[in-house]
């Protein structure tokens, strides 16, 4: 299965690579997987006090605000002070309520750029995503849905991997797409790699929530905000990677 693999904000492909190389030497010692990392399309400057947190430079994004006035209106000046609801549904809300500028021009852009690799390599039977590259990969699913719907066009995509993700927006409005106040729904099989000590969890639920019960699977490595690449923990998550694989492609 070929997967198309998106970075979070402020990574690039090639540090992705190295974030996801264990799993992907898992994948690869039997012939399960193979594996497409893209940068994302918008060159970034990282948040005052994050630079030694991502790495040397290129710092790249999938999303960005559409106007810059200030770094207060991007949703990730916020990550400091992340709020603790009852629901994830709730802390999400928290998180994007007034102030928070639009981003639909860059997730546009995005969205489409995607596609055309999508077009020119593929098909691409499964996406991986970490952080925002797992917002972008599951907006992409939704766009894939209602391009099937308005055109005919059958996804390519038949299974998502998301680590440590956030709730995708719907391709049509652009807004955060949440469980419990819309009926969009992703309908092929997903994997959630979420840590319980992520501060941000809740966003990974959110994301969970918003896909179909009966095929979304939950792994939990019990870190942070990190990619799992303990021996052990990447083994059995191999494996349930590759059961997913199995049922997805039947």
């Given at each position: 299965?070929k997967?198309?693999c998106?970075?979070?904000?402020?990574?690039?492909?090639d540090?992705?690579?190295?974030q996801l190389a264990?799993?992907?030497?898992?994948?690869?010692?039997?012939g399960s997987?193979?594996?497409r990392?893209v940068d994302?399309?918008c060159?970034?400057?990282?948040?005052e006090g994050f630079?030694?947190?991502?790495g040397?430079?290129?710092y790249?994004?999938?999303?960005e605000p559409?106007?810059?006035?200030?770094?207060?209106?991007d949703?990730?000046?916020?990550i400091?002070?992340?709020?603790d609801?009852?629901?994830?549904?709730?802390t999400?809300?928290?998180?994007m309520k007034?102030g928070?500028?639009s981003?639909?021009i860059?997730?546009h852009?995005?969205?489409q750029?995607?596609f055309?690799?999508m077009?020119?390599?593929?098909?691409?039977?499964?996406?991986?995503?970490?952080?925002?590259?797992?917002?972008?990969?599951?907006?992409?699913?939704?766009?894939?849905?209602?391009?099937?719907q308005?055109?005919?066009?059958?996804?390519q995509?038949k299974c998502?991997?998301?680590?440590?993700?956030?709730p995708?927006?719907?391709?049509?409005?652009f807004?955060?797409?949440?469980?419990?106040e819309s009926?969009?729904?992703?309908n092929i099989h997903t994997?959630?790699?979420i840590?319980?000590?992520d501060?941000?969890?809740?966003g990974s639920m959110?994301?969970?929530?918003t896909c179909e019960?009966?095929?979304a699977?939950i792994?939990?490595?019990?870190?942070?905000?990190?990619?799992?690449r303990?021996?052990?923990?990447?083994?059995e998550?191999?494996d349930?990677?590759?059961?997913?694989?199995?049922?997805?492609?039947?």
């Amino acid at each position: 299965m070929k997967f198309l693999c998106l970075p979070g904000a402020y990574g690039s492909a090639d540090k992705f690579q190295v974030q996801l190389a264990p799993l992907v030497n898992e994948l690869l010692s039997d012939g399960s997987a193979s594996f497409r990392f893209v940068d994302a399309p918008c060159e970034a400057v990282p948040p005052e006090g994050f630079e030694d947190f991502f790495g040397k430079p290129p710092y790249y994004r999938f999303i960005e605000p559409d106007e810059k006035e200030t770094q207060d209106t991007d949703v990730l000046s916020r990550i400091r002070d992340f709020p603790d609801c009852d629901t994830a549904e709730d802390t999400m809300r928290e998180l994007m309520k007034e102030g928070v500028a639009s981003s639909v021009i860059s997730t546009h852009r995005a969205i489409q750029y995607l596609f055309d690799i999508m077009d020119k390599e593929g098909p691409f039977e499964g996406i991986i995503g970490y952080s925002e590259g797992a917002t972008v990969a599951s907006t992409l699913l939704l766009a894939e849905q209602k391009r099937f719907q308005e055109t005919g066009k059958e996804p390519q995509i038949k299974c998502g991997i998301f680590f440590a993700g956030w709730p995708p927006l719907d391709p049509s409005t652009f807004a955060m797409v949440l469980s419990d106040e819309s009926d969009l729904m992703i309908n092929i099989h997903t994997c959630h790699i979420i840590g319980s000590l992520d501060p941000y969890v809740a966003g990974s639920m959110a994301l969970y929530n918003t896909c179909e019960p009966d095929t979304a699977y939950i792994f939990d490595h019990g870190k942070g905000h990190t990619l799992p690449r303990e021996k052990g923990v990447i083994k059995e998550l191999g494996d349930v990677i590759r059961n997913m694989m199995v049922e997805a492609s039947a």
